[in-house]
């Protein structure tokens, strides 16, 4: 067999930011089906197995991919989906959505990190990395095959969506899906890596309140870590430089780029 030229895995590599670009414009456009073909493309740039050879790796990259998570919570919490929040509308409608360039935290860590980092964890425990939700869409919804089952685990985070609830007066639990979202904003986090100059920024919100996880953001790390400890949002980095930070490292990615 012909091995493939560099030439040719970096345009397959750009063709897919191009994919991305597209259907993550469409998703924001109300066309969340395209969470399938956002996870087919993110597998096909990163999941690397002895019989599967991402692109990223194909090209030999090291880069440190954008890192959106929204916040560290204590032991003690219920739930976790640390890349999406709640918009809480007029009435108890309510939608969950990406926080794309207006997430309260950026910072780049390791690849390996960020691709296996718990960006959801639900009520029993279960965690979600990335990958594993970039793999459950892609293989199990439709993005490469679709498979005849799901996991018991995939099944409750998607039709329970962690047991989100609000209050008392009503308001509903979000109708889209919550790893659609979260896939949404995995794509964001890619295209600003790669993509020179990429922002994006929400649609205009119609919300009384916005809610991340379970908790109010923006949100800080719980004060029992230390300076010097690694942050236990597995990032890889020490709590001083990743979510215990005092400064305004996002600004870089937050605001957009000049006309």
């Known amino acids: 067999m012909t091995a493939r030229s560099r030439e040719d895995i970096a345009e397959k590599f750009a063709r897919h930011l191009t994919f991305l670009e597209r259907s993550s414009a469409a998703f924001d456009d109300g066309f969340e089906d ?132 609000f209050n008392e007066n009503g308001f509903e639990i979000p109708p889209n899906n919550i790893a659609s979202v979260t896939v949404r904003q995995i794509a964001h986090e890619v295209l600003s890596t790669f993509v020179d100059g990429y922002f994006c920024a929400p649609k205009k919100k119609d919300a009384e309140m916005t809610i991340s996880g379970i908790s109010m953001i923006p949100g800080r790390g719980p004060s029992k870590y230390s300076r010097n400890d690694l942050c236990p949002c597995e990032s890889g980095l020490k709590y001083k430089k990743c979510h215990g930070f005092d400064g305004d490292i996002s600004r870089q990615f937050l605001t957009p780029p000049a006309p």
């Open 34 to 165: 395209e969470d399938i073909r956002i996870a087919h493309s993110l597998r096909v740039l990163f999941h690397h197995t002895d019989k599967s050879h991402s692109i990223f790796h194909q090209l030999g990259l090291n880069n440190k991919i954008l890192d959106t998570t929204s916040f560290v919570v204590s032991e003690n919490e219920m739930n976790e989906a640390r890349l999406i929040h709640a918009e809480v509308g007029f009435g108890g409608k309510s939608k969950f959505a990406a926080f794309l360039s207006d997430s309260p935290r950026c910072n780049k860590i390791p690849f390996e990190n960020w691709w296996r980092q718990v960006v959801i964890k639900d009520q029993k425990d279960i965690k979600f990395s990335r990958r594993s939700i970039i793999l459950q869409l892609s293989n199990k919804e439709g993005g490469s095959h679709v498979d005849p089952s799901i996991s018991p685990s995939y099944e409750q985070l998607i039709t329970h969506s962690l047991g989100f609830r």
